[in-house]
Protein backbone atom coordinates (compact mmCIF):
# COMPACT_ATOMS: atom_id res chain seq x y z
CA UNK A 1 0.00 0.00 0.00
CA UNK A 2 0.99 3.71 -0.62
CA UNK A 3 0.36 6.42 0.91
CA UNK A 4 0.23 10.19 -0.64
CA UNK A 5 -0.92 13.18 1.21
CA UNK A 6 -0.20 16.92 -0.59
CA UNK A 7 -0.47 20.17 1.70
CA UNK A 8 0.48 23.72 1.52
CA UNK A 9 -2.25 24.99 -1.07
CA UNK A 10 -4.50 28.03 -0.41
CA UNK A 11 -5.28 31.26 -1.66
CA UNK A 12 -2.72 33.41 -3.17
CA UNK A 13 -2.98 36.65 -5.45
CA UNK A 14 -1.36 36.62 -9.10
CA UNK A 15 2.25 37.08 -9.19
CA UNK A 16 2.70 35.43 -5.66
CA UNK A 17 3.92 32.24 -4.17
CA UNK A 18 2.71 28.77 -2.87
CA UNK A 19 5.08 25.68 -1.89
CA UNK A 20 3.16 22.15 -2.01
CA UNK A 21 4.13 19.34 -0.13
CA UNK A 22 3.94 15.58 -0.81
CA UNK A 23 4.78 13.07 1.93
CA UNK A 24 4.69 9.83 0.78
CA UNK A 25 4.18 6.42 3.23
CA UNK A 26 3.97 2.83 2.44
CA UNK A 27 5.40 0.31 0.37
CA UNK A 28 6.73 2.98 -1.96
CA UNK A 29 10.36 2.07 -2.04
CA UNK A 30 10.13 -1.70 -1.86
CA UNK A 31 12.05 -3.22 -4.92
CA UNK A 32 8.68 -5.00 -5.99
CA UNK A 33 6.62 -1.15 -6.23
CA UNK A 34 9.82 -0.24 -8.90
CA UNK A 35 8.72 3.28 -8.23
CA UNK A 36 10.88 5.67 -11.44
CA UNK A 37 9.47 9.00 -10.49
CA UNK A 38 6.91 11.27 -8.55
CA UNK A 39 5.09 14.06 -10.04
CA UNK A 40 2.54 16.70 -9.53
CA UNK A 41 -0.61 17.11 -11.87
CA UNK A 42 -3.93 19.29 -11.95
CA UNK A 43 -7.23 19.42 -12.78
CA UNK A 44 -8.92 22.62 -12.66
CA UNK A 45 -12.73 22.72 -13.04
CA UNK A 46 -14.16 21.53 -15.76
CA UNK A 47 -11.11 20.20 -17.24
CA UNK A 48 -9.26 17.06 -17.74
CA UNK A 49 -6.41 16.67 -15.18
CA UNK A 50 -2.99 17.51 -16.87
CA UNK A 51 0.45 16.75 -16.02
CA UNK A 52 2.70 19.34 -14.57
CA UNK A 53 5.85 18.29 -13.24
CA UNK A 54 7.99 14.92 -12.30
CA UNK A 55 11.57 13.88 -10.75
CA UNK A 56 12.82 10.66 -10.96
CA UNK A 57 14.80 9.03 -8.20
CA UNK A 58 17.88 10.12 -9.94
CA UNK A 59 16.86 14.05 -9.93
CA UNK A 60 15.92 14.76 -13.37
CA UNK A 61 12.80 16.59 -14.08
CA UNK A 62 10.37 17.29 -16.66
CA UNK A 63 7.83 19.98 -16.70
CA UNK A 64 5.03 21.36 -18.51
CA UNK A 65 5.57 24.43 -21.10
CA UNK A 66 2.83 26.23 -19.17
CA UNK A 67 5.07 26.08 -15.98
CA UNK A 68 8.25 26.28 -17.04
CA UNK A 69 10.84 28.92 -15.47
CA UNK A 70 8.05 29.65 -12.75
CA UNK A 71 7.49 25.89 -10.68
CA UNK A 72 10.48 24.19 -9.17
CA UNK A 73 9.94 20.42 -8.14
CA UNK A 74 12.21 18.89 -5.88
CA UNK A 75 12.60 15.52 -3.79
CA UNK A 76 13.96 14.98 -0.72
CA UNK A 77 16.87 12.52 0.16
CA UNK A 78 17.97 9.83 2.11
CA UNK A 79 14.89 9.33 4.81
CA UNK A 80 13.40 11.84 3.37
CA UNK A 81 13.17 10.56 0.05
CA UNK A 82 9.83 10.02 0.38
CA UNK A 83 8.56 13.61 0.26
CA UNK A 84 8.86 16.30 -2.94
CA UNK A 85 7.99 19.98 -3.08
CA UNK A 86 6.24 21.57 -5.63
CA UNK A 87 7.79 25.78 -5.83
CA UNK A 88 5.41 27.72 -7.80
CA UNK A 89 6.46 31.70 -8.33
CA UNK A 90 4.98 33.88 -10.26
CA UNK A 91 1.51 32.28 -10.38
CA UNK A 92 -1.22 33.11 -12.54
CA UNK A 93 -5.01 33.10 -12.17
CA UNK A 94 -4.97 29.94 -14.82
CA UNK A 95 -2.79 27.51 -12.61
CA UNK A 96 -5.91 27.79 -10.01
CA UNK A 97 -6.65 23.71 -9.81
CA UNK A 98 -6.71 20.77 -7.77
CA UNK A 99 -3.03 19.66 -7.42
CA UNK A 100 -2.36 16.46 -7.51
CA UNK A 101 0.60 14.41 -6.09
CA UNK A 102 1.34 11.00 -7.74
CA UNK A 103 3.89 8.38 -8.16
CA UNK A 104 5.19 6.70 -11.45
CA UNK A 105 6.02 2.79 -11.60
CA UNK A 106 5.69 0.33 -14.47
CA UNK A 107 5.26 2.58 -17.06
CA UNK A 108 2.19 4.27 -15.39
CA UNK A 109 0.82 6.93 -12.71
CA UNK A 110 -0.56 4.39 -10.10
CA UNK A 111 -0.92 6.00 -6.80
CA UNK A 112 -2.47 9.44 -6.45
CA UNK A 113 -3.31 11.92 -3.37
CA UNK A 114 -5.96 13.07 -2.12
CA UNK A 115 -5.35 16.89 -3.99
CA UNK A 116 -4.84 20.35 -2.81
CA UNK A 117 -6.81 23.14 -3.52
CA UNK A 118 -4.52 26.78 -4.87
CA UNK A 119 -7.11 29.37 -5.70
CA UNK A 120 -5.11 32.31 -7.64
CA UNK A 121 -6.93 35.29 -7.40
CA UNK A 122 -5.85 38.03 -10.30
Known amino acids: QVQLVESGGGLVQAGGSLTLSCAASGTIFSSRFSLNAMGWHRQAPGKQREFVAS?????????ADSVKGRFTISRGSGDHRGTMYLQMNSLKSEDTAVYYCATYSKTTWNYWGQGTQVTVSS
Open 55 to 63: ITDGGSTNY
